[in-house]
């Protein structure tokens, strides 16, 4: 079977070779995501992705306007949106993230598989203010040294789990973001089943995020107790009409 991330992860290390060493400025102002899903527990929060395509779909909105649809997740409410900014596998875009970011007033997740403290550094100048670390593509001590480095700018640290096991290195780290991704990112295969397993190890004080898989309200329901928001893109980028689809994923919790 092929393995994606083994794949994805080659490439990157030749994209980061290539990439300039830059000095990072001052973190977009923005209030925050965190901040965000404090506000608002008794609702499902929303991170609304630009994504083009993928390595196992292949082509899902390759002519995208992505402002436009970057303002029509803005206009939903959506409480972040993600970007997707490898350019091999996904044909995103650095300059995706920067004109989103420079465009909407909300904060911007640097969506890609990250490495090097170079690519950090690359999306605190370009407006990010949120990026994504994968348990799965670092060993710890790389994962905690980024993530030291991403919250000693002042980003938010998205931490992505896969399974039991590194769920407990998120925690380890301090990770205050986890988001459980219910694609196998070896195969690529989609269940939604992957976050809900995950739920009787989540730690109080920490914010779940479910990531893939949510296609409509009836994903969202599901995992709306257990988790504080969904990570969407595939079902955004296809549909006709993303503001009323990204505002029908935002179902109401039940708080205690």
């Known amino acids: 079977m092929?393995?994606?991330?083994?794949?994805?992860?080659?490439?990157?290390?030749?994209?980061?070779?290539?990439?300039?060493?830059?000095?990072?400025?001052q973190v977009r102002k923005v209030k925050g995501f965190i901040e965000r899903l404090r506000e608002n527990p008794q609702q499902l929060q929303v991170i609304a992705e630009v994504?083009?395509?993928?390595?196992?779909?292949?082509?899902?909105n390759l002519d995208v306007d992505v402002l436009a649809q970057a303002k029509s997740y803005e206009t939903a409410g959506v409480s972040a949106i993600s970007v997707l900014t490898d350019p091999v596998f996904f044909k995103g875009a650095i300059d995706d993230l920067r004109?989103?970011?420079?465009?909407?007033?909300?904060?911007?997740?640097?969506?890609?598989?990250?490495?090097?403290?170079?690519?950090?550094?690359?999306?605190?100048?370009?407006g990010a203010t949120i990026v994504l670390l994968i348990v799965a593509c670092l060993a710890e001590k790389d994962l905690q040294d980024l993530y030291d480095y991403a919250t000693s700018l002042g980003l938010e640290v998205l931490v992505e789990v896969h399974n039991a096991e590194e769920l407990a290195i998120a925690h380890r780290i301090n990770a205050e973001l986890i988001g459980v991704n219910n694609r196998n990112l070896k195969t690529f295969e989609v269940d939604i089943q992957n976050s809900l397993d995950l739920v009787p190890l989540q730690e109080k004080e920490r914010f779940y995020i479910s990531e893939s898989g949510i296609k409509s309200p009836v994903e969202a329901e599901k995992v709306a107790q257990d988790f504080r928001a969904v990570l969407v893109g595939e079902a955004l980028m296809k549909d006709g009409n993303p503001t009323i689809a990204a505002r029908n994923l935002q179902v109401k919790r039940h708080v205690d």
Do not use: C, H, W, Y
């Not at 083994?6 to 990157?12: Q, S």
């Open 2 to 25: 092929e393995n994606f991330l083994e794949k994805i992860l080659a490439e990157k290390v030749l994209e980061v070779a290539q990439m300039p060493l830059e000095i990072p400025g």
């Open 51 to 60: 994504k083009r395509a993928s390595p196992s779909l292949g082509a899902i």
């Open 99 to 126: 004109l989103v970011a420079k465009n909407v007033d909300v904060p911007v997740l640097n969506k890609d598989f990250i490495i090097d403290k170079k690519q950090i550094t690359r999306a605190v100048n370009s």
